[in-house]
């Protein structure tokens, strides 16, 4: 085996332009094809992380039938009190729940006494939802970041509301609601905090506390629109989904059927379909590798059967076997791939160590995007072998035809 590589290894060198500028292409190809991956999952998961640990958490559970209406903030779905405890009791006894916080969600008229405008209000307990969001509070861009997240009696303005009525931190605005019968209620807040917006579902509500929302909307009892449940890791997301999805099947209504749905951060989100496409793309990418790869290879090894004709026939004069010529051909077409996959994972390393040390900076939507790409080694190492296989199976024919050759047709050939 040895000596057949050995002999691999000089045939190429006996063409040192053709092979490196074979092995370039394969180079071009892995390096494309990994900075894209290292910087498509890098945006995939700054992305996820602002969208779940800054507003929606990893889970969200609501009464059956919230979510087909969730962009009217209905105030006659929620999930009653004895619901509520249910959930609690199999969300404390998950191992994969790190923390929850409950929701009451509203609808309301936000007056600065010159000014009126509508507001999305999310009315949260101060420590849950630090738990259960812990980003959120790093989206205060004015008040204080270090306090209870929002306090009772003052509310977490939207930063592009707060821009348009021209309120600032520490002044007093009121707030109007109707409540689930239609009766309309007031409150003055203070305003305790400026919050940017984010892209995404939510991304522009603002804060109070949860009793301020209670009684804001007079409820005699204590219901909740929404449940947000973070996981102590995202990776656990489709079993802990599963476990919870089978647990909240036993909350039933009235009519003996189901009265909660849950819901991943995907389902609620349309950044999911970016990540679709981001990996429709990547999948695309890697098709592009394969031909690079194969095309090459092969182009590479026909020229090299070509032009190798009387050697082959000689080989085959002196006794050696078909076998031992194909493999001698397939050794060439997989130390080529080899070689241009390895020099490509080295540069990709290279490049995102470098994008490390200078990110890239941009804006999507109104958030601003650092790119710090990783590498995974379970993805460098498919892209490796990928590229190798690819150029084994480019490689097939062209040995196949060398090791068939027929000695005296060879020694012929001029």
């Known amino acids: 085996m040895s000596s057949t590589l050995k ?20 180079t071009l190809g892995v390096v494309a094809l990994l900075l894209f991956v290292a910087a498509a999952g890098s945006f995939k998961q700054t992305m ?24 009217n903030l209905p105030l006659t779905m929620s999930l009653q009190p004895k619901a509520v405890e249910k959930v609690e009791e199999f969300l404390k006894a998950d191992p994969a729940v790190a923390a929850y916080s409950k929701r009451v969600k509203l609808g309301a008229m936000f007056s600065n006494f010159t000014e009126n405008s509508s507001i999305r209000l999310n009315g949260v307990d101060a420590a849950a939802e630090d738990l259960a969001v812990p980003a959120l509070r790093q989206r205060i861009s004015e008040g204080d970041k270090t306090g209870p997240l929002v306090a009772p009696g003052k509310v977490l303005v939207p930063a592009l509301l707060a821009k348009g009525m021209k309120v600032k931190l520490g002044v007093s605005v ?29 991304g522009r509500d603002g804060y109070i506390d949860i009793k301020d929302a209670r009684e804001l909307l007079r409820m005699d009892k204590d219901e909740v629109m929404e449940v947000a449940v973070r996981l102590k890791n995202i990776d656990q997301l489709s079993a ?84 031992k010529l194909m493999a001698i051909f397939l050794s060439e077409g997989l130390l080529l791939g080899l070689a241009g996959a390895a020099v490509g994972v080295a540069l990709s390393y290279a490049v995102v160590a470098l994008l490390n ?19 995974a080694t379970v993805e460098v190492l498919g892209v490796l072998g990928l590229a190798v296989l690819v150029s084994g199976l480019a490689s097939l024919q062209p040995a196949w035809r060398a090791a068939r050759m027929d000695p005296i047709d060879a020694l012929r050939h001029v």
């Open 7 to 26: 002999l691999a290894m000089r045939n190429l060198l006996r063409y040192r332009r053709r092979t490196l500028l074979t092995a370039l292409l394969i």
């Open 48 to 71: 996820v992380g602002s969208i779940t640990d800054s507003m929606l958490g990893h889970l969200q559970i609501h009464r059956k039938g919230y979510t087909a209406s969730m962009d």
């Open 174 to 202: 009121v707030l109007v609601a109707s409540n689930a019968t239609g009766s309309v209620n007031g409150k003055t807040f203070i305003v305790g905090g400026i919050l940017e917006g984010i892209t995404g579902p939510g």
């Open 240 to 323: 802990a989904q599963e476990r919870l999805a089978s647990a909240l099947e036993t909350i039933r209504n009235k009519e003996d059927k189901p009265a909660t749905e849950l819901h991943t951060w995907a389902e609620l989100s349309p950044f999911a379909n970016i990540v679709k496409m981001i990996d429709m793309m990547t999948f695309f990418i890697r098709i592009m590798l394969v031909a690079i790869v194969l095309v090459s290879v092969m182009n590479v090894m026909l020229m090299a059967v070509y032009e190798r004709i009387r050697e082959i026939g000689t080989l085959a004069a002196i006794g050696t076997q078909p076998r």
């Open 357 to 375: 040390l200078y990110p890239i900076v941009f804006n999507f939507g109104r958030e601003q995007i650092t790119l710090r790409p990783m590498l």
